[in-house]
């Protein structure tokens, strides 16, 4: 006789806590490379699996639309992030398509759309603003305990955006992009004339050391990260000044100031003050940004600290590396894979890819 349903599954379900059963993996999720928020083509939103081969693995409905996620180290798990200035984050079972926890921001705080799990997955760090004080803030979360917020840290400035962990530790640095905003104001930026942008690097809770922009620089807003396999830091900037601005992309290695890559400024100027994503490549020699108000990516040589090559693309957004090169996402629901300026391969979908493409 067949078992019941639900019998069946407290049976699994008792195996696989005795350890008697494999353990899921990202494999169970259809082994996907990459992870993106999507908007579909009645305006609904999801969380998508996308395949090395740019093909979709999985679409996961989502509440609004989302920003960023953080794709757990080790099984097959993600938190999808609102768009600033939502409170709300979900953690998905990416296999089951389930959804696990709700996160929900504290009175008085709101998500700015990206996180970082620690290096054994057993924390959730996200940034945060402190809309009142006008302070960042860096909240922790206990994934053991069903992602319990347990803590909560100074992110060593305001606006914090991106949070990455660097390499073989669970060291944070963070884009605090100098901007002020307030729920009650929506997306309005309320401190231009004194922002103040900077990175900042985290260590048990403590910020241990900080990096800004040169004072002319400083309506510059950090606000997208990359690190490479040397923990050297790709930041991507968004001008928030009058008149032109000379670099849009720099990078930071601790210790130093940041270097700021050179480019021509009829390029600089085409990207609209706007960098979307950042990415650097496997090997850490090549930075690629992308910016879909200028509908192009540009690629940097990290070591000469200048623009290699351009490629143009309507709403280019998302960009994370691929094994020869970059993968690309747009608004328009194109996908590519290059190698330099060549296309190695190309889709295209009915999803309305949204700002980032995450690596698993």
């Known amino acids: 006789m067949r078992k019941p349903a639900t019998g069946r599954r407290q049976f699994l379900g008792g195996l696989l806590a005795a350890g008697l059963l494999p353990k899921p993996t990202w494999a169970d999720a259809g082994s996907p490379a990459y992870l ?31 920003h960023a996620a953080a794709a757990h180290p080790t099984r097959p798990e993600a938190v999808a992030f609102a768009r600033r200035p939502g409170t ?15 996160l929900t921001t504290p009175e008085g705080r709101h998500f700015y759309g990206h996180g970082a799990y620690s290096t054994d997955g057993t924390l959730l760090f996200t940034t945060e603003n402190d809309f009142e004080a006008g302070a960042g803030r860096i909240g922790v979360w206990d994934v053991t305990r069903d992602y319990t917020r347990v803590d909560e840290w100074d992110s060593g400035g305001i606006g914090p955006h991106d949070i990455k962990r660097l390499p073989g530790s669970d060291t944070l640095v963070v884009a605090n992009g100098g901007i002020d905003t307030h729920p009650d104001s929506g997306r309005t ?33 950090i606000r997208h990260l990359a690190v490479n396999a040397r923990g050297d ?6 001008w928030q000044g009058d008149g032109p601005v000379r670099a849009l992309v720099g990078l930071h ?36 940004v992308t910016s879909p108000r200028g509908g192009r990516l540009h690629v940097y040589d990290a070591e000469l600290a200048r623009l290699d090559h351009v490629t143009p693309l309507e709403d280019v957004c998302g960009v994370a590396p691929h ?8 608004g328009t629901g194109s996908l590519r894979n290059l190698k330099g300026p060549e296309v190695l391969h190309s889709a295209h979908s009915l999803l309305r890819w949204d700002n980032h493409l995450i690596s698993i």
């Open 189 to 221: 930026k309320l401190n231009i004339p004194t922002m103040r942008p900077n990175l900042s690097y985290i260590a048990q809770g403590r910020v241990i050391e900080t990096a800004a922009l040169p004072p002319e620089m400083r309506k510059n807003s």
């Open 88 to 102: 709300f984050a979900i953690v998905i079972g990416c296999a089951t398509g389930h959804t696990l926890q709700t």
């Open 253 to 288: 290695r601790r210790g130093a100031k940041i270097v700021l890559m050179g480019a021509p400024g009829e390029e600089i100027q085409a990207m609209n003050g706007y960098v979307g994503s950042i990415a650097f490549s496997r090997d850490g020699s090549a930075i690629a």
């Open 36 to 66: 993106s928020a999507a908007a579909r083509a009645d305006g609904s939103h999801v969380l998508c699996g996308i395949g090395a081969s740019l093909d979709v693995r999985f679409q996961i409905p989502l509440p609004a639309r989302g």
């Open 323 to 330: 094994v020869d090169g970059f993968t690309l996402t747009s």
């Open 233 to 238: 830091i790709a930041l991507g900037m968004q």
